[in-house]
């Protein structure tokens, strides 16, 4: 376990080999305010991971990868997080992975579909009371969003919703 630690890349290039199990930035089991700033990730099967990662913040990142099941974030079992800033893309899976998380904000972000992705965000198990506003979620194949949970979570604030290139596949 490790508390209140900055990962700042100042724009550094990470490159992976798009290695199976591979990641860019592994945020550690129950760890708690961790901050990854200003990095560019490249080709890791997970770009930013946080497994038991709470309130911890994603900020002003370019996370990219084309491993076959990559993403470029994912959040396992986290809660009370921001991503923001951040510009996503996976050539064969999903840009974003929240995966039984909660609590989170995911603002001011662009989704990107790099090669034919089917879907931007996927939202799986129990994961509830995410918020999404002011994102970019640009054209794909699939789904911009989708959210296969058993939670309730709002795709706009109060005042502010997201961008989706039309609106057939919300």
Same mark, same amino acid.
């Given at each position: 376990t490790s508390n209140n630690n900055t990962v700042d890349c100042q724009g550094a290039l990470l490159n992976g080999t798009n290695a199976s199990g591979s990641y860019g930035v592994y945020a550690a089991s129950n760890s708690l305010n961790a901050i990854i700033t200003n990095c560019?990730?490249?080709?890791?099967? +997970?770009g930013i991971y946080f497994n038991s990662a709470n309130n911890g913040t994603v900020r002003n990142n370019t996370a990219s990868t084309t491993q076959t099941n990559g993403y470029g974030v994912y959040l396992l079992n986290s809660a009370n997080n921001t991503l923001a800033n951040s510009s996503l893309s996976s050539s064969a899976s999903?840009? =974003?992975?929240?995966?039984?998380?909660?609590?989170?904000?995911?603002?001011?972000n662009t989704f990107l579909s790099a090669g034919g992705a089917s879907t931007l965000a996927l =939202?799986?198990?129990?994961?509830?009371?995410?918020?999404f506003y002011w994102n970019n979620f640009t054209n794909t194949s699939g789904y911009y969003v989708n959210d296969s949970s058993t939670?309730?979570?709002? +795709?706009?604030s109060s005042t502010e919703g997201n961008i989706w290139p039309d609106a057939i596949n919300q």
């Open positions: 560019n990730i490249s080709n890791f099967q +997970y999903n840009s =974003l992975v929240v995966n039984n998380s909660n609590t989170s904000t995911i603002s001011n =939202l799986t198990s129990s994961s509830t009371n995410n918020t939670g309730t979570n709002q +795709y706009n």
